[in-house]
């Protein structure tokens, strides 16, 4: 892995991934990956299709086994932990999944208050209140709290969730392709309620994208799985330095030179 524009002592690792192998059968999907993300930024996890991204998402929130490495976690290893640390970790960590996979039965305000009943033991009423703090803090109207997932458009269905995954204020949010179906202003917007959810409540962000506005709007930091490995993690303009053909490609191509950044005309337009 190559770490460029390091500035490490300023900066504290929430995840720290080393050596993780994860396979099925005889198919190795990655090999001995090292991954750091850092308190407060937004980190964006990109690669093509298929080359493991959800896969180490699902591993590091020990939704998948994996075959050797460590995984740290708000500097906790959770294979070391009780299961009283364990769950206590957990309600430090949010996640938005792929398609928001919020309860089709259950409606948003009983979708968010899922996570309070689990981890708290709170009265009803306070569940309410926080629940609409929650639907409030995504940009969400209140009426949204009463209405199932059917009944919301798939913009409301990406901040239900998100709201759903600030339930217990966590420190660090995975979100797997939070932008993915929404068009483009829809997308827009998200990647701004993302910014603006960071710069108030001080979370650190795990985002899986293909969407390059995001990349390049929102991420602090960007890293590249290939080869079943992070083949490069720093900021845009390390990627646009790396010498590999998919990283090349990828944030040099067509469609990244039509998003281009103020300053970025002579890099990008070549
Ligand atoms: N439970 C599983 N059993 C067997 N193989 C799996 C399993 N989950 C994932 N894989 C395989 O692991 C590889 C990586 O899949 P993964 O879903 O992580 O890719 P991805 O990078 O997230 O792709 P995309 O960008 O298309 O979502 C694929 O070849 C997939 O078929």
């Not at 996890?45 to 493991?52: L, M, P």
């Not at 009283?84 to 409606?107: I, M, N, P, Y």
């Not at 827009?188 to 960071?198: K, P, Q």
């Not at 710069?199 to 080869?227: E, N």
């Amino acid at each position: 892995m190559i770490a460029a524009s390091d500035n490490k002592s300023e900066r504290q690792t929430v995840l720290s991934v080393r050596g993780v192998t994860v396979g099925f059968g005889s198919k190795v999907v990655l090999d001995k990956l090292d991954l750091d993300v850092y308190r407060g930024e937004i980190l964006g996890f990109v690669g093509a299709s298929g080359v493991g991204k959800s896969v180490l998402m699902r591993t590091v929130l020990r939704l998948l086994p994996r075959r050797a490495g460590t995984i740290e976690i708000l500097g906790a290893d959770y294979d070391k932990a009780t299961v009283e640390e364990r769950a206590a970790l957990d309600t430090r960590l949010g996640v938005l999944f792929q398609q928001g996979a919020l309860f089709s039965s259950l409606t948003v305000k009983e979708n968010i208050q899922l996570p309070m009943r689990e981890y708290l033991d709170l009265p009803q009423s306070l569940m309410d209140d926080l629940a609409y703090l929650k639907i409030k803090l995504v940009g969400l109207q209140p009426d949204a709290a009463d209405k199932y997932p059917s009944e919301l458009s798939g913009g409301m269905i990406k901040r239900a969730a998100l709201a759903r995954a600030l339930a217990l204020d966590p420190d660090l949010v995975f979100l797997d392709e939070p932008t993915s179906g929404l068009d483009p202003i829809g997308a827009a917007e998200f990647d701004e309620l993302i910014a603006r959810l960071r710069d108030t409540l001080g979370l650190t962000v795990y985002m899986v994208t293909h969407d390059l506005d995001s990349l390049f709007s929102v991420c602090d930091r960007i890293a590249v799985l290939g080869q079943k490995r992070v083949l490069v993690e720093g900021t845009l303009d390390d990627m646009l330095a790396f010498d590999d053909a998919w990283v090349q490609s990828y944030f040099r191509g067509k469609r990244a030179r039509t998003i281009v950044r103020p300053g970025d005309d002579e890099q990008t337009a070549k």
